[in-house]
């Protein structure tokens, strides 16, 4: 039997985009250490959270964007094209 674990995720992301979130305890041991993260120093851990933060937000931007226009064409496409 396969439990399911419930993640927790920015309100508006949709579940597509959910699928690309990292969950940072998908690559911890059965002893409850995350295995790539061996001998990284906090610098180095800062900057790749910094990295990440960025990353999720540059998605968040262009799924906003994204939808926009897609309202958008759909008020345009309803309403007719404007004079």
Known sequence: MTSKRVRRIPKGTNEYQATWIVDETD???????GGSEVGKNDAQEEE?????RG????IQ?????ADQRGR???AS???????
Do not use: F, M, V, W
Not at 27 to 33: F, K, L, N, S
Not at 48 to 52: H, M
């Open 27 to 33: 690559d911890e041991d059965e002893d409850g250490e």
């Open 48 to 52: 790749e959270e910094e990295e990440r």
């Open 55 to 58: 990353a999720i937000a540059s």
């Open 61 to 65: 931007g262009l799924a906003k964007t």
């Open 72 to 74: 958008q064409a759909a």
């Open 77 to 83: 496409a309803y309403l007719g094209p404007r004079a």
